[in-house]
Structure formats: structure tokens, C-alpha cells
């Protein structure tokens, strides 16, 4: 059974004005703040990814346990938007045993993980314009034929909708 990790982001609107704002030609070089953050995403993923089989290897299995998410109240909640998080938020001990903590004050996204002996999966998702439409992108990893640890690159998760108009 694979498990789930999720990160969530969340943006402020004062932030995305004022990375907008500036010279035209500034603007047309600097990638919009939405795929600038989903970059952010898939790195942070994969670097969980990578600390997940640095585990296995050293272990002789995938850290099991789950936590988040992290941190604990997502930037959309917190007045204006702001993203600010807390060394609290990192201080549980599957984040310790993982080795994974968020370095910047500042983060949009919110982490989760989840992991059993033979697989774990995280997951990041960002509502960067804070407009109730997040963005999921997933990992997974498990061992292959050869009984080798693997991560999958991150992809996005279309959401199934559900009920009626």
C-alpha cells in the first residue's frame, strides 16, 4: 500500500502585485509567480524523494510513519495571505528521521508524508492565487523488479469532480 505525502501553497495576492509590478521588459524575463511556484513544488518534492531513498538505503526500508501537514496552518488561512511558518512546524519526528525541513521563512506550501516498509508517496499542492483552486503534484516510490528503491517524477494530479450543477 503506498501512502501519501502532501505539500499545499498558498499565496498572497499583495505578493503576486507586487512581483508583477516593474518594467515591461522585467516583467516579460520573469516567469508568472503560478509556474515559478509549481517549479518550487517539484523540486521540494523530489528532494523528499531523494531523502526517502537515502532512508531506504541506509535503513533497508522507507521511513514509515506520516505527518503534516506542515506547516500547520496553510498561508491562505493567516492574515493577508501571508506564508509564514514556524521551526515548530518541522519538529515532528518523522520530518527529523526523513531529514526534511522547509529553510525559508517563507513558504506556500504545506507537506505532508506518508510511508510504509515498502513504498511511501508525498504530494504538493498550492493554491498560489488563493482562489480555491489548488494545484496537486505527486510522487511515489517503491522498489522495481530488481528489488531497487524509485521514485517517479512529480506529476499533477487532476482532481475527479464530483456531484452535480
Request: charged share 25%; net charge negative.
Amino acid at each position: 500500500m503506498v501512502l501519501p505525502l502532501a505539500l499545499v501553497a498558498c499565496g498572497s495576492k499583495k505578493k503576486e502585485e507586487a512581483a508583477g509590478s516593474g518594467s515591461a521588459s522585467a516583467a516579460a524575463k520573469a516567469p508568472p509567480v503560478e509556474d515559478s511556484e509549481e517549479s518550487v513544488a517539484k523540486a521540494k518534492l523530489k528532494e523528499i524523494g531523494e531523502l526517502a531513498v537515502n532512508y531506504q538505503r541506509s535503513k533497508g526500508t522507507y521511513l514509515e510513519g506520516k505527518v503534516g501537514p506542515s506547516p500547520a496552518k496553510a498561508c491562505c488561512e493567516q492574515p493577508k495571505g501571508e506564508c509564514y511558518q514556524q521551526d515548530t512546524d518541522w519538529s515532528d519526528p518523522v520530518w527529523t528521521a526523513l531529514g526534511f525541513k522547509e529553510r525559508t521563512m517563507y513558504t506556500r506550501y504545506r507537506y505532508t508524508y506518508e510511508g510504509e516498509r515498502l513504498s511511501f508517496t508525498a504530494t504538493a499542492t498550492a493554491d498560489v492565487n488563493c482562489d480555491g483552486k489548488p494545484k496537486t503534484f505527486r510522487i511515489a516510490g517503491n522498489y522495481d523488479a530488481d528489488n531497487m528503491a524509485r521514485v517517479t517524477e512529480p506529476e499533477l494530479v487532476v482532481p475527479v469532480e464530483t456531484g452535480t450543477p
